[in-house]
């Protein structure tokens, strides 16, 4: 199964949170793109589909989107990665 987010539009999304006048989340998911949803939103309902898997497009970027499995919990997919920084920072 594919990332139903695009990574293209994820990133255009991102770019016009911070220097323009949009913000646009994504619903994991249906894929959905949902405007007028805070930059660090979680776990918002989805206008299409009805889950609670909203993320705002910064907040996606952030914790790692897209991820190699698209089924994942982006919530534990950012502990995931959080605990590979820890690993690649320790001496």
């Known amino acids: 199964m594919a990332n139903k987010i695009d ?4 990133f255009l999304a991102v770019n016009e949170s911070m220097f323009g006048m949009t913000d ?4 994991t998911a249906c894929g ?3 405007f ?14 009805g889950e609670k898997r909203v993320y705002g497009a ?6 790692g989107y897209p991820m190699n499995d698209p089924n994942q919990d982006p919530d534990t997919a950012t502990w995931n990665i959080i ?7 320790s001496f």
Do not use: H, I, N
């Open 83 to 89: 605990d590979k920084a820890k690993d690649l920072t």
């Open 58 to 63: 910064t907040e996606l970027m952030m914790m």
């Open 24 to 27: 646009t989340g994504f619903c």
């Open 36 to 49: 007028e949803v805070e930059p660090d939103a979680r776990r918002y309902e989805c206008d299409s589909c």
């Open 32 to 34: 959905d793109q949902q």
């Open 7 to 10: 990574p293209t539009e994820l």
